[in-house]
């Protein structure tokens, strides 16, 4: 019989969460046990004192092979509050550079007492591949969380995205979610309509030219647009995507201003939505391609509480992981 374990290899035997690696498979109960330690860190940031003694004693190592400027941040904020040593491996520095492979170099850091990687790579994947060899090695102490691989997973952007719209729309059965843009490209959008779905989200649009939209969208009861006017009527929930052109073979699109004059989302757009709509961005922003600065600056944007709450997200999942 097939293990808890080997069904998901992101929870441990007993069904508690071992890495984080993707929101497809997370438990209901595990979603809302990391937004609910997070709301507690939301206070503690309140504080004059932010730190908690936590992971006191825990090496975190970041490995972000690929740019970041929120996630890579937000991770070290998050381990310094929460009292951990932190180590950002500068990659360009790396013998990852000189040719030593990643399971060498994670070997290496295993034997440095590291006790949580946090990992952004370009390929999908690669966090599932060091956690299969944490487990194959016996070092199942040692924790992995998914920081965004490829056009996978970027579980903790998922999170931090429920958990805002959580915070300013209470439940998501009643909710309509619209999620706008480059969704085949997008590590995000997966990792949204995953938690969506399993948090109960009364109705999930996808509003995107056929181009950049992906094959799973069906299987998921994602209701599917090419029309922003139509997919944006009466939305509780607007989640603007950039467009990857870095993950784009060939040219999946007319122009940026073509782009923008279909997809951008306007004031004008906006008022398709219903009026307390929020609208979210996970960054980084292309104004003027897929969100105008009226908008992304606009009483309705949540995009740079998006970035607070992710400090907290995080939190909540490293001291999870922790035991903690
Ligand atoms: N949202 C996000 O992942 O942003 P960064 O690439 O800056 O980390």
Not at 109 to 133: K, N, Q, Y
Not at 227 to 237: A, I, S, T, Y
Not at 265 to 271: D, G, N, R, S, V
Not at 314 to 321: D, N, P, Y
Request: charge should be neutral; glycine fraction near 8%; proline fraction near 4%.
């Amino acid at each position: 019989m097939l293990t808890q374990s080997r069904l998901n290899p992101q929870l441990d035997a007993e069904g508690k969460l071992q890495h984080l690696l993707s929101t497809e498979g997370l438990p209901l109960p595990v979603i809302t046990q990391i937004l609910d330690t997070a709301e507690s860190f939301l206070e503690v940031s309140d504080r004059d004192v932010k730190k908690v003694p936590l992971l006191r004693g825990k090496s975190v190592f970041n490995l972000f092979f690929e740019n970041s400027t929120r996630t890579r941040t937000t991770f070290e904020i998050a381990a310094k509050r929460l009292s951990a040593d932190v180590i950002n491996l500068d990659v360009s520095r790396s013998s990852t550079a000189k040719g030593e492979t990643l399971l060498d170099t994670i070997d290496n850091l295993c034997s440095m007492h590291a006790d949580m990687f946090v990992v952004r790579h370009a390929t999908s994947g690669a966090p599932f591949l060091i956690a299969e060899h944490l487990k194959r090695i016996g070092r199942d102490d040692i924790h992995v969380v998914n920081a965004g691989d490829g056009r996978h997973a970027h579980p903790t952007q998922g999170l931090l995205d429920m958990y805002t719209i959580r915070h300013y729309k209470k439940d998501f059965s009643n909710l309509t979610v619209a999620i706008v843009g480059d969704i085949l490209h997008s590590r995000v959008a997966r990792s949204d309509l995953h938690a969506l779905r399993t948090l109960g989200c009364g109705e999930i649009r996808a509003i995107a030219p056929k181009t950049l939209l992906p094959g799973y969208l069906e299987n998921l009861g994602v209701k599917v647009f090419h029309d922003m006017n139509e997919g944006l009527k009466d939305c509780d929930v607007v989640i603007m995507l950039r467009l990857q052109n870095e993950r784009m073979n060939g040219a999946l699109l007319p122009s940026a201003g073509e782009y923008f004059k279909r997809y951008g989302l306007t004031p004008e757009k906006l008022a398709l939505a219903k009026p307390d709509a929020i609208v979210m961005h996970p960054g980084p922003m292309n104004r003027g391609v897929e969100i105008d600065s009226s908008v992304a600056d606009g009483p309705q944007a949540v995009i740079l509480n998006q970035v607070t709450f992710g400090i907290a997200v995080r939190m909540a999942v490293m001291g999870i992981l922790a035991g903690n």
